[in-house]
């Protein structure tokens, strides 16, 4: 099945950058060009948010309200790697994010395949 391994987290101030990464699993054998990937996050004690999703070709994305004009997903197919470009992070961006596929829509229910996960923390 879909394998998917993110990397990229860690620690940044407010109005800092930072830029995920997420592979298909060379174990899986799959690779992403055939599927609609996104990203969602879970704060400690809260629920679950989807907050971008990438068609397969890259051409259709969405983006959660939260995040928009902050967040750019964009994928390279030839790479096999979709990115989240993040942006003037603030403190509640904090979360462990994960990537997965999101069937062309943010709603969470639609993610699925998801990697284990990567820590983002913005604090000063």
């Known amino acids: 099945q879909l394998q998917l391994v993110e990397s990229g987290g860690g620690l940044v101030q407010p109005g800092g950058s930072l830029r995920l990464s997420c592979a298909a699993s060379?174990?899986?054998?799959?690779?992403?060009?055939?599927?609609?990937i996104g990203w969602f996050r879970q704060a400690p004690g809260k629920e679950r948010e989807g907050v971008a999703c990438?068609?397969?070709?890259?051409?259709?994305?969405n983006y959660a309200d939260s995040v928009r004009g902050r967040f750019t997903i964009s994928r390279d197919n030839a790479k096999n790697t979709v990115y989240l470009q993040m942006n003037s992070l603030k403190p509640e961006d904090t979360a462990i994010y994960y990537c997965a596929r999101c069937r062309g829509s943010i709603a969470i229910e639609m993610y699925d395949y998801w990697g284990q996960g990567t820590q983002v923390t913005v604090s000063s």
């Open positions: 990438i068609s397969s070709s890259g051409g259709s994305t």
């Open positions: 060379a174990a899986s054998g799959f690779t992403l060009d055939y599927y609609a």
